[in-house]
């Protein structure tokens, strides 16, 4: 199970050997750097072997400047956010959608609020 992390804020003059050297001290890395676009800083995407969740709790600064640093779910890993809201389900031909969405717990939206939170 590989563990990705994406690094955003990243100094202009950040090469890969710069965040390689920055990261290789949670263990062996691969990376990958994004270039800036007019309305964007560079980022990049850094891929462990092994999970090193202790990354996501620790100040980083690369080339002299701090970067945001967050976990990028995998596939077989869910995100945080996908437990709180959960996609609508559509209602099987010829039942009416309108109660199919109410006795599912969906609200006006299309999105599952306030049950089992």
């Known amino acids: 199970v590989s563990f990705k992390i ?21 263990g062996p890395c691969a990376a990958a750097l994004q270039p800036s676009t007019n ?18 709790h620790t100040l980083h600064t690369i080339d002299r400047k701090e970067v945001a640093v ?11 956010s996908s437990s709180v809201l959960q996609k609508r389900e559509y209602a099987p031909r010829g039942v009416n959608s309108k109660w199919w969405n109410y006795s599912k717990g969906y609200g006006r939206y299309g999105w599952r609020v306030g049950f089992g939170s």
């Open 39 to 56: 309305s964007s800083p560079p980022s990049a995407y850094i891929t462990f072997p092994s999970p090193h969740p202790s990354i996501l």
């Open 70 to 80: 967050s976990h990028v779910p995998t596939a077989g890993t869910s995100s945080p």
């Open 6 to 26: 994406f690094v955003g804020n990243l100094s202009p003059l950040t090469s890969v050997s710069s965040l390689k050297s920055h990261f290789s001290q949670f």
